[in-house]
Nanobody, 125 residues
Framework: QVQLVESGGGSVQPGGSLTLSCAAS????????HGWFRQAPGKEREGVSC????????TYSDSVKGRFTISIDNAKNTAYLRMNSLKPEDTAVYYC??????????????????WGQGTQVTVAS
């Protein structure tokens, strides 16, 4: 059974940092393309960053480029999203996702097969 478990969310002041983790079980994450998505209240799900497992190509959305960093620790079978210079508009539930395909898709996320339960990130003074 495949499980993706996010952790690391919380409340932080603007300008602060958080690191989200996505621990995978049932799959070997390095053989999967994976990504991070978020959904704010009343808004559609939005792609934040993704890695194509075929060539390690990384893509960031314009809204987080230069502030967020996606990575993976193969030994721990865990993906990470380091978030710096957080802004109130980054407030959302963050999800990790994985797919046994070579892709990096920041669209709707419908191409990803496996999803975590989400972790809340709140950025406020």
């Amino acid at each position: 059974q495949v499980q993706l478990v996010e952790s690391g969310g919380g409340s932080v002041q603007p300008g602060g940092s958080l690191t989200l983790s996505c621990a995978a079980s049932g799959i070997t994450l390095r053989y999967y393309s994976h990504g991070w998505f978020r959904q704010a209240p009343g808004k559609e799900r939005e792609g934040v960053s993704c890695i194509d497992n075929s060539d390690d190509r990384i893509t960031y959305s314009d809204s987080v480029k230069g502030r967020f960093t996606i990575s993976i620790d193969n030994a721990k079978n865990t993906a990470y999203l380091r978030m710096n210079s957080l802004k109130p508009e980054d407030t959302a539930v963050y999800y990790c996702a994985a797919a046994p395909l070579s892709m990096c898709d920041l669209g709707s996320g419908s191409a990803y097969d496996f999803w975590g339960q989400g972790t809340q990130v709140t950025v406020a003074s």
